[in-house]
């Protein structure tokens, strides 16, 4: 091996001193001072938030540039073809492959938002959206000026089309002070309603929205609000498909779950030792996993009665932070899990054993979701950082890393959604991303 390029990348990186900063360009050491102090410039905060906005742009530029990419060294799509007609792929890698190609190419689009009232679309930045099962619709929530939220739909079947517009729903009447979480509800007909939680005043609330209000047909003749009751704090929400436990929802609080029947009104109650941030049900049996502040995830059989203690509590698995994101696998044996740290683990439910960890997420604070496509072999997370980022499932390599359009911030992380069909059946695949006031389409090339 030539040591040269080694030698000389350790020659030009200067040894760290406390209280100073190094500028490579001026070839000298600045003094640094506290981040408080508005006289100078120059500190460590205003340095760090420098240099990562100039990767951005500069990723931003290599992205523009660069629209064949390859995600492993020597991979291409000839080279795949050829392999499988030499029989030394099989089918099911040779999609997977093409399916890592396909998303390495996707090229960022800007998407225009239309509403019936004008004076909606692109005026408040965007904070959660959520797809329905089919993707057909996204339901938006988006922060005003006031301090509150609001909330609305947009339909995505103009995706398909070269315009690549979309129409956008609001309700005006349902504006409250905080989301912390949204799910998709299905009672009367797949993802006919919509749970939000944590949105009144203190102490809180759960509510369930009839989806049609955000609907441009029969604007005299909505249906109210089904359901809607005070609770303390609510970080997390999941709806439950299993017939079992037909027509639950499950809300995660301050130390304890509270799972509600909206049919019946009835309630059950476990308690917790710290703050649930994350759930999901499973759709084979009504089991619930939840994801706590303390690092633990541990499943519950909402058939049982409630009994004192934590007998009730089936598998139980440990974080090293707080969890953040937990998502059940289509076979429902791995439970896929994030965390504060920034580690995601993949835990074989049958041995409560980490069989695989994803790496290069970045979070320190936030509750940052999981996009798991078990039909593509991806996973998709956006972190702390603004930064997407898309793995394989099968062997855990990072696939693609996507800068944010806008500089980083906290106010400005990215939401995602990624599906095979944006728009529905006939749809087409890639990704959605809302950032600040604009909506982003990164298509299949």
Not at 54 to 75: D, I, N, S, V
Not at 294 to 312: A, L, Y
Not at 368 to 382: D, F
């Amino acid at each position: 091996e030539d040591p040269s390029p080694s030698s000389s990348t350790q020659n030009s990186v200067a040894p760290e001193l406390p209280g100073f900063y190094y500028d490579p360009e001026k070839n000298r050491y600045f003094r640094l001072l506290p981040g408080h102090n508005n006289h100078n410039p120059l500190t460590k905060d205003s340095i760090q938030h420098k240099a990562m906005e100039c990767k951005r742009l500069r990723l931003l530029e290599e992205e523009e540039k660069q629209h064949q990419k390859t995600t492993r060294a020597g991979l291409n799509s000839s080279v795949l073809l050829q392999k499988r007609q030499l029989g030394s792929l099989s089918p099911t890698s040779y999609c997977r492959y093409i399916h890592e190609l396909k998303v390495n190419c996707m090229q960022r689009r800007k998407i225009e938002i239309h509403s019936p009232d004008s004076s909606v679309a692109g005026t408040n930045n965007f904070k959660i959206i959520v797809a329905d099962v089919a993707c057909e619709r996204i339901f938006t929530v988006n922060d005003v000026e006031h301090g509150g939220c609001k909330y609305g739909i947009i339909n995505l079947s103009g995706l398909g089309k070269e315009s690549l517009t979309v129409e956008m729903y609001d309700n005006l009447y349902f504006t409250n002070r905080k989301v912390n979480s949204v799910c998709w509800a299905s009672l009367t007909h797949p993802d006919s309603h919509l749970c939000l939680m944590g949105i009144a005043e203190t102490p809180g609330c759960a509510s369930l929205l009839p989806a049609s209000l955000f609907s441009s047909t029969n604007p005299g003749d909505r249906p109210g609000m089904l359901c809607s009751f005070k609770i303390s704090t609510a970080w997390s929400c999941a709806w439950c498909l299993n017939p079992q436990a037909d027509n639950c929802f499950s809300t995660g609080l301050t130390r304890r779950v509270l799972v509600t029947n909206v049919v019946t009104g009835h309630r059950q109650t476990f308690g917790t030792s710290s703050d649930v941030l994350a759930q999901q049900f499973a759709t084979q049996t009504p089991v619930l996993y939840n994801g706590c502040r303390s690092g633990e995830i541990f499943s519950i059989d909402v058939r049982q009665r409630n009994r004192k203690g934590q007998s009730w509590k089936a598998i139980r698995l440990f974080h090293g932070s707080a969890v953040t994101s937990v998502h059940l696998m289509e076979a429902e044996h791995y439970l896929m899990a994030a965390d504060m740290a920034g580690k995601i683990k993949l835990w074989d439910l049958r041995t409560a054993k980490c069989v695989k960890q994803y790496k290069g997420h970045h979070n320190e604070y936030a509750l940052l979701p999981l996009h798991v496509n078990e039909e593509e072999g991806l996973l998709i997370a956006v972190g702390q950082d603004c930064y997407t980022r898309i793995w394989s499932l099968q062997d855990t390599h990072l696939l693609r890393t996507i800068p944010s359009p806008h500089p980083s911030s906290k106010d400005a992380i990215p939401s995602v959604v990624f599906s095979s069909r944006l728009g529905g059946s006939r749809g087409v695949p890639g990704l959605l991303m809302a950032v600040k006031q604009d909506l982003y389409h990164f298509s299949y090339n």
